[in-house]
């Protein structure tokens, strides 16, 4: 199955930035697109931003445009989320997803990301 490990998350300021890496193993050729979600207290598990593999298209949340960049390393298998301009809403537990053909939905085993005021 195709395994998804996050790190880079951490405590920051706001206004600083972060960039959070998912590495991606496993049956990593049956995955048409990556992203990354991010779940606060009390809220629901929203889609921050989504890579798709065939066509490199990106998608973004509104409220993170601008600010947070999804890209993908194809030699290291990894996606990274760059975030910039840091705000205290953006304080969410981050996780990497893949959709896959084989295996279905994916998920990594999150990252904390606390951006304090």
């Known amino acids: 199955q195709v395994q998804l490990v996050e790190s880079g998350g951490g405590l920051v300021q706001a206004g600083g930035s972060l960039r959070l890496s998912c590495a991606a193993s496993?049956?990593?050729?049956?995955?048409?697109?990556m992203g990354w979600y991010r779940q606060a207290p009390g809220k629901q598990r929203e889609l921050v931003a989504r890579?798709?593999?065939?066509?490199?298209?990106?998608n973004y949340a509104d409220s993170v445009k601008g600010r947070f960049t999804i890209s993908r390393d194809n030699a290291k298998n990894t996606v990274y989320l760059q975030m910039n301009s840091l705000k205290p809403d953006d304080t969410a537990v981050y996780y990497c997803?893949?959709?896959?053909?084989?295996?279905?939905?994916?998920w990594g085993q999150g990252t904390q990301v606390t951006v304090s005021s």
């Open positions: 890579f798709t593999i065939g066509s490199s298209r990106t």
């Open positions: 496993g049956g990593i050729f049956s995955i048409y697109t």
């Open positions: 997803n893949a959709e896959t053909t084989t295996w279905g939905t994916r």
